[in-house]
């Protein structure tokens, strides 16, 4: 990703300035100020320590144990979200709602994994 201990803690305080001006756009200042203070947080802590968890979590501590890691760990949260999206989009349907828009995000989830194996098939 980066080798730079500051892009982390920088990307977390931007995200929450944008977060922030989306939920003052949305009449609610007070939760955008709440959700600054807490990606804030988490940059300040970030950058800190000789931690290997956080400095893999960073990008600039990483080795192939790691990187076998935060692939399982990608693996298990794509997992759940798609779950959730899948029971979502059940309770939907039981509600008789359309399951908008727990179906075509689960959807995309779906095509996109069937393209990652057809071109991770073909690259080796």
Do not use: C, N
């Not at 730079?4 to 977390?12: M, Q, Y």
């Not at 807490?38 to 192939?64: F, K, N, Q, Y």
């Not at 693996?75 to 899948?86: D, E, H, M, N, Q």
């Amino acid at each position: 990703m980066t080798k730079s201990k500051w892009f982390v803690p920088l990307f977390a305080v931007a995200l929450g300035l944008v977060v922030f001006a989306a939920q003052w756009i949305g009449g609610d200042p007070g939760s955008g100020l709440d959700s600054l203070g807490i990606l804030t947080a988490v940059g300040a802590l970030a950058p800190g320590g000789r931690s290997e968890t956080i400095r893999g979590l960073r990008g600039d501590g990483r080795d192939e144990r790691f990187r076998q890691i935060d692939i399982h760990a990608t693996a298990l949260s794509g997992l759940t979200v798609i779950l959730a999206l899948i029971i979502a989009f059940i309770v939907e349907l039981a509600r008789g709602h359309s399951g908008a828009p727990y179906g075509w995000l689960a959807g995309i989830g779906g095509i996109t994994y069937l393209a990652a194996v057809i071109v991770f098939r073909f690259r080796g």
